[in-house]
Structures are given as structure tokens and as C-alpha cells.
């Protein structure tokens, strides 16, 4: 597949609240045939949830073989951060390469309103391209530049048309940073399933829907994910190299990530978790644990 030259060839690749109604959507599988023989860890998964006190949601394929391995994957979560992955790939999608280089400037009344913003913080006198913004919003998670790149998007309702765009009619994004932490399971403001957003991570593996080399611009960034050592890539077996893009807020902590197994096609592997008590702290551990027992069903 074309997914694994690209990802080894890129610079920095590094290895290793009450129940929400679940929401009806296509299976990631192609076949009929293969749902029987999927494996099955929910037994592990909800020792894990007992442990932290938490709820898990999972949503992974094999690419290559159709094999998903799921457990909540059709509840709701809030999906924090992540979704900056998301709205970086539809500006690489919606903006042509010689309109990337647009400078865009904003306030210091800008980063103090989206809170954490590492990169943007430091360019309110000289702004930085939409590219840079992008990467930005990706590398360094950073608030101001997701938001500057959800303006370019047409805002939260602009990020939703995209989003339906690539056939997921199931995420609901609302507000900007920092709003969107503000997760509505009621409502479904601000939040996802994991199948929904491991599609969407398929259908960015299709040309048609984002081109080779801005493909791989995606993966580069996610390989710079700032925050990304102690979560997926913590639990990956040695020698799979993880891209990914995490997220959190409160007692929300996720992680989307492209998983290579050496020689195989890519494993996609949403993670989305909430702590049950409220005011409880998020756990890294929680999500790299949960990776490690999801990725061991594709070994």
C-alpha cells in the first residue's frame, strides 16, 4: 500500500458520566463474512474501565485484512484535540498548495480567549502561513491556530460540512477552542464515536479524497505530535511505528493514530475514554494500556 512508504519515509517516525444511546452507523468491515471472525477483548477492556473508573471507546481496522477489533465504538465521547487532526486534513483538502502561504494574523486578545497556544502565542506580531497554522494545530495542539483554521473552514459548521463530506454524519462540532472540550452527551455537541472517527481516518487513506503528497505532509505532522509518546505509540508492540494526534480535557483522553506493523498495511486505531467521577483527572495510562490490548489482536 501506498500508506507505508510514505510513513517509513518520513523524518522522526517513533515505535512503540451515564451510559450515552449508541449511534447507528455502517461498519467499517467490507464483507459480511469477516464479522464473524472478529477478535474480541471486551473482557479485557472492561477490566480496564473498572480499574480507572472510566469508559473506553474503540474503533480499529487492519486495513489490509478488514479485521476490526471495537468496544463502545458506537457511543458517544467528546473528542477534545483530536479533532484538530481532522480539521488540518480538510484545509490540506479545501486549500490549494500556492494559497497555503496566505499569512494570517490575530490579537493577543485571540490567544488569550482559545487558551493554550505554544506557537501562536509567540507570532501575534508577525502571524504565521495557513500551513504553518495547520501543523501548528496538529504538532503543538495548539487553540489559537485550530481556531484560525476553522475559520478558513467556514467555523464549526463549516468543519461539520467536511466532515459529512468524507460520509460521517455522526460527528457534531459546535464551538472553538477551548468550547470544544465542552462535551454534550445529551445533545451530542462536541462529540463523536470512535467508529465514526476511525472512517474518517480510512477515507483520508483514498486518493480521491486527499492527495499523496499531502497525505504524507498529515503523517509528518502527526509524527511531531507533541503529546503523543505516552498514549498509543506507549502500547504498540516494538517495532510498529505510530502517527497519531491526541486529545484532552478534564477526564477526556484520546488518541487517533496510524499504526504500521512492519511489512503489513496500516492498523487505524481510534481511542476515546472518560473517567466516570467528575473532577477526576484524565490517565495517559489508561489509553496506552488500552492500546496495548487492542494491538495485540493484530499481531
Known amino acids: 500500500?501506498?500508506?507505508?512508504?510514505?510513513?517509513?519515509?518520513?523524518?522522526?517516525?517513533?515505535?512503540?458520566?451515564?451510559?450515552?444511546?449508541?449511534v447507528p452507523e455502517a461498519s467499517l468491515t467490507e464483507t459480511p463474512e469477516t464479522?464473524?471472525?472478529?477478535?474480541?477483548?471486551?473482557a479485557e477492556l472492561q477490566r480496564l474501565e473498572e480499574e480507572f473508573d472510566a469508559r473506553v471507546g474503540v474503533s480499529a481496522v487492519d486495513t489490509g485484512t478488514g479485521t476490526t477489533v471495537e468496544h463502545r465504538a458506537q457511543e458517544r465521547f467528546g473528542f477534545a484535540s483530536?479533532?484538530?487532526l481532522f480539521a488540518a486534513a480538510e484545509l490540506l483538502r479545501q486549500v490549494p498548495v500556492d494559497q497555503r502561504d496566505a499569512r494570517v494574523t490575530w490579537t493577543q486578545e485571540d490567544v488569550r480567549a482559545a487558551g493554550y497556544s505554544p506557537t501562536a502565542g509567540q507570532h501575534v506580531a508577525d502571524g504565521l502561513t495557513l500551513a504553518e497554522l495547520a501543523e501548528a494545530a496538529v504538532r503543538e495542539s495548539d487553540n489559537t491556530a485550530m481556531n484560525l483554521v476553522l475559520r478558513a473552514l467556514g467555523g464549526p459548521e463549516g468543519m461539520e460540512r467536511a466532515l459529512a463530506d468524507l460520509g460521517d454524519s455522526t460527528t457534531r462540532v459546535v464551538d472553538v477552542e477551548p468550547g470544544i472540550n465542552d462535551a454534550d452527551l445529551a445533545s451530542g455537541a462536541n462529540t463523536t464515536t470512535?467508529?465514526?472517527?476511525?472512517?474518517?481516518?480510512?477515507?483520508?487513506?483514498?486518493?480521491?479524497?486527499?492527495?499523496?503528497?499531502?497525505?504524507?505532509?498529515?503523517?509528518?505532522?502527526?509524527?511531531?505530535?507533541?503529546?503523543?509518546?505516552?498514549?498509543v505509540r506507549a502500547g504498540a508492540p516494538a517495532g510498529w511505528v505510530v502517527t497519531?494526534?491526541?486529545?484532552?480535557?478534564?477526564?477526556?483522553?484520546?488518541?487517533?493514530?496510524?499504526?504500521?506493523?512492519?511489512?503489513?498495511?496500516?492498523?487505524?486505531?481510534?481511542?476515546?475514554?472518560?473517567?466516570?467521577?467528575?473532577?477526576?483527572?484524565?490517565?495517559?495510562?489508561?489509553?496506552?494500556?488500552?492500546?496495548?490490548?487492542?494491538?495485540?489482536?493484530?499481531?
Open 82 to 84: 483530536t479533532l484538530k
Open 244 to 299: 497519531d494526534k491526541s486529545g484532552g480535557a478534564g477526564g477526556i483522553r484520546n488518541d487517533v493514530a496510524v499504526v504500521l506493523p512492519p511489512g503489513r498495511d496500516p492498523v487505524l486505531v481510534t481511542i476515546l475514554t472518560e473517567k466516570r467521577a467528575p473532577g477526576a483527572a484524565y490517565d495517559d495510562a489508561l489509553v496506552s494500556r488500552t492500546a496495548a490490548t487492542v494491538l495485540s489482536a493484530f499481531e
Open 1 to 22: 500500500m501506498l500508506l507505508l512508504g510514505l510513513v517509513l519515509a518520513l523524518p522522526g517516525c517513533r515505535s512503540a458520566a451515564p451510559e450515552p444511546e449508541t
Open 194 to 231: 470512535p467508529r465514526a472517527f476511525t472512517a474518517n481516518l480510512r477515507a483520508l487513506l483514498e486518493p480521491q479524497n486527499l492527495r499523496e503528497e499531502d497525505l504524507a505532509l498529515l503523517l509528518d505532522w502527526m509524527t511531531g505530535n507533541a503529546t503523543g509518546d505516552a498514549l
Open 35 to 42: 464479522l464473524t471472525e472478529q477478535p474480541d477483548v471486551s
